[in-house]
Nanobody, 125 residues
């Protein structure tokens, strides 16, 4: 089943760093699904989910003003994985972080609007 799996969350002190990963799962036959464009979102307790950043298939990146200059997206297409490097973390970055993407087998869309289950980032002051 095509799905996205996040990892890398945890507890960090303010000013620290974490790197989140979002990987596309493979099929039972061993096919690795591809990611083209991907968005990252976060949801803090009691708040609505908000957009954080996005990366295109050509590795162009876009960031919310709140994380611009502190967060960096990158990708490893061979591993069907996108990374969100988070530096200079602040307590207000505390949230569950989600990745979202369509998944492809080659150029064939196999799963649309996939969301990972999320990974919790907690930044202590």
């Amino acid at each position: 089943q095509a799905q996205l799996v996040e990892s890398g969350g945890g507890l960090v002190q303010a000013g620290g760093s974490l790197r989140l990963s979002c990987a596309a799962s493979g099929s039972p036959s061993g096919t690795i699904f591809n990611i083209k464009d991907m968005g990252w979102y976060r949801q803090a307790p009691g708040q609505q989910r908000e957009w954080v950043a996005a990366i295109t298939s050509g590795s162009f990146t876009h960031y919310a003003d709140s994380v611009e200059g502190r967060f960096t997206l990158s990708r490893d297409n061979a591993k069907s994985t996108v990374y969100l490097q988070m530096n200079s973390l602040k307590p207000e970055d505390t949230a569950v972080y989600y990745c979202n993407a369509d998944l492809y087998e080659g150029d064939i869309l196999v799963a649309m609007d996939n969301w990972g289950k999320g990974t919790l980032v907690t930044v202590s002051s």
